[in-house]
């Protein structure tokens, strides 16, 4: 029992989810009318059905954020291990690993996070887009979908937009043009600012 216990914390405790406010879940989320197709895929996918890869697009404040969280806690509550990242934040990371005083080698903190059962990748497409950085989003995108690994994915941006910004390898990926061989789930979301929406006015 200590053992479960102690594997239990280790894997809230590395799953990196927000700070501050209340968490985040499927319970907590107002059901509005434009955001029953992407909470039923993201329950579906949380519960390992589909496509292990799950894209939501939509704009800002759509309500993205929160179910990018509910899916990492559904996985934690599942005795599954979960990664949470903004992306940019996790490229800046990525980056320092390259510093002389640097105490994380870039190819073994790869492997660390594709040991996560789920990654989640918040706000794709925001971060400052460079040669270095389009090749480290699309390797580790390509391994996790070719090893049939879980992937979570938000973004603000269209597909022509990622794959103007981004590069056709990686939308190709994550935006299958055959739905019956596609290896993700695409949710595009249209709608009001679910912040202003929901009780309270923020989340």
């Known amino acids: 029992e200590q053992l479960k216990e102690s594997k239990k914390a280790l894997r809230w405790s590395q799953a990196n989810l927000p700070h501050g406010g209340h968490a985040r879940t499927f319970e907590n989320l107002q059901p509005l009318p434009y955001l029953a197709e992407a909470i039923e895929t993201a329950r579906a996918f949380s519960a390992r059905e589909g ?30 291990s979960a990664r949470y990242e903004v992306t940019a934040d996790w490229l800046v990371r990525l980056r320092h690993s390259f510093d002389a005083d640097a105490d994380e080698d870039l190819y073994e ?42 992937l979570a994915i938000a973004s603000n941006s269209t597909e022509e937009e990622i794959q103007n910004t981004l590069g056709t390898r990686l939308s190709s990926r994550l935006f299958g043009a055959n739905p019956e061989l596609a290896s993700s789930k695409v949710v595009v979301i249209q709608g009001q600012d679910y912040r202003r929406n929901r009780p309270g006015g923020t989340w």
């Open 51 to 80: 496509p292990k890869c799950l894209v939501l697009i939509g704009p800002v404040g759509i309500g993205k954020s929160h179910l990018l969280e509910a899916i990492c806690r559904k996985n934690l509550v599942n005795s599954y």
């Open 109 to 150: 903190l790869l492997a660390w996070y594709q040991k996560f059962d789920l990654l989640a990748l918040d706000d794709l497409g925001l971060e400052k887009v460079t040669d270095w950085a389009t090749e480290r989003l699309t390797a580790v995108i390509d391994e996790r979908i070719r090893n049939g690994l879980r």
